[in-house]
């Protein structure tokens, strides 16, 4: 039986501890006036094409797990990344994308669970 979309992340998720190393309000390594809308990191033990941790944004809605997944393309780096929304309200899931498309002008795609 093949899994979904979101039964792989929940599983991942569980799997893996949170590292937070961005928190909410802070300034983004790159672009100093630019800052987070919520606590942002990695899932420890995981790996990406780039070599990096799976990236999440956390959000205060505790317990509710794999809410969304952010869709990025940067198109300057070339890159294309599958960002893990967790414990995110709806509103915070906006911001998100606002942060994500309207800030760091990333193409961007919100999937919804």
Same mark, same amino acid.
């Given at each position: 039986?093949?899994?979904?979309?979101?039964?792989?992340?929940?599983?991942?998720?569980?799997?893996?501890?949170?590292?937070?190393?961005?928190?909410?309000?802070?300034?983004?390594?790159?672009?100093?006036?630019?800052?987070?809308?919520?606590?942002?990191?990695? %899932?420890?033990?995981?790996?990406?094409?780039?070599?990096?941790?799976?990236?999440?944004?956390?959000?205060?809605?505790?317990?509710?797990?794999?809410?969304?997944?952010?869709?990025?393309?940067?198109?300057?780096?070339?890159?294309?990344?599958?960002?893990? %929304?967790?414990?995110?309200?709806?509103?915070?899931?906006?911001?998100?994308?606002?942060?994500?498309?309207?800030?760091? %002008? %990333?193409?961007?795609?919100?999937?919804?669970?």
């Amino acid at each position: 039986m093949q899994s979904s979309f979101f039964d792989a992340l929940d599983a991942l998720a569980r799997s893996a501890p949170i590292r937070i190393d961005r928190a909410k309000g802070s300034a983004h390594p790159r672009f100093p006036d630019v800052t987070y809308p919520l606590d942002y990191g990695f %899932l420890e033990g995981t790996t990406t094409v780039d070599g990096e941790g799976v990236d999440v944004f956390v959000g205060n809605n505790a317990g509710a797990g794999v809410t969304a997944a952010a869709l990025t393309v940067d198109a300057g780096k070339r890159d294309v990344e599958v960002k893990v %929304l967790m414990d995110c309200t709806p509103g915070e899931i906006d911001e998100v994308f606002a942060f994500l498309s309207g800030t760091l %002008l %990333l193409g961007t795609t919100i999937i919804h669970r």
